[in-house]
């Protein structure tokens, strides 16, 4: 069965330090998504993607984050100035084509961050 | 406003016994989807339930029911004969359409399900 996959699984950073987060989405799946999940809380929605542009973006999804399909198969998440609070669970999703279930996104595992 | 409500921040149960875990949510959208999911100690989402907004049948899987009531805006998920293997965070999500015609999830703050052996 088809799953999204994210790699790293555990990062650790500096304080200040660019981080990048890479997703690989299901394959023709057409939606994409960033959420974070600081430890002990709940799962909060960052940016969608969609026709190479972000479709929208939460109040937290300020200057320093930054999305990119490079290559059509990957979704990177990128942090250019990592702070302390930083530090969460960072899951992609994705979302398939139109009339499949788009409202039912696909998560992966997760990118466990801490920053230091 | 766009809210799901988790009000149950842990539960204890002993093996083998029945929980319910209880999910409100709020929207003005007439169609949206509810999700269950299962977070384990590992971290990952685990999927375990989708339900449209046009669809109040209960749902029953196993050891897992829902019981969907759009009158009182409410998603519950019951285990039956609990096992340790429940043990977990679990989370009730919203789905509606954004503003720019995608759709975003948002979740309830989770409840922490303690099984006991």
């Known amino acids: 069965e088809p799953e999204v996959t994210q790699t790293p699984s555990h990062q650790v950073t500096q304080m200040g330090q660019e981080v990048i987060l890479r997703c690989v989405p299901i394959s023709n799946h057409l939606y994409f998504y960033w959420y974070r999940q600081i430890l002990g809380q709940k799962v909060e929605f960052l940016v969608s993607?969609?026709?190479?542009?972000?479709?929208?973006k939460s109040e937290i999804f300020d200057d320093q984050f930054s999305v990119e399909r490079p290559d059509g198969s990957n979704f990177t998440l990128k942090i250019r100035s990592t702070k302390l609070e930083d530090s969460a669970m960072y899951f992609c999703?994705?979302?398939?084509?139109?009339?499949?279930?788009?409202?039912?996104?696909?998560f992966g595992p997760g990118t466990r961050l801490l920053v230091l | 406003a766009q809210k799901v409500t988790q009000a149950q921040t842990e539960i204890s149960v002993v093996e083998k016994e029945d929980v319910t875990l209880d999910c409100v949510y709020e929207t003005r959208d007439t169609t949206y989807y509810l999700f269950w999911y299962k977070q384990p100690p590992s971290g990952e989402l685990v999927f375990l339930i989708r339900r449209n907004s046009f669809d109040e049948q209960n749902e029953i899987s196993g050891r897992y029911s829902w019981n969907f009531q759009k009158s009182t805006s409410s998603f519950n998920f019951t285990i039956t004969a609990s096992q340790v293997v429940d043990s977990a965070v679990y989370f009730c999500?919203?789905?509606?359409?954004?503003?720019?015609?995608?759709?975003?999830?948002?979740f309830g703050t989770g409840t922490r399900l303690k099984v006991l052996a």
């Open positions: 999703a994705s979302a398939g084509t139109s009339g499949e279930f788009v409202e039912t996104q696909y």
């Open positions: 993607f969609y026709n190479n542009e972000i479709s929208e």
């Open positions: 999500a919203l789905s509606v359409v954004s503003t720019s015609g995608t759709y975003k999830y948002i």
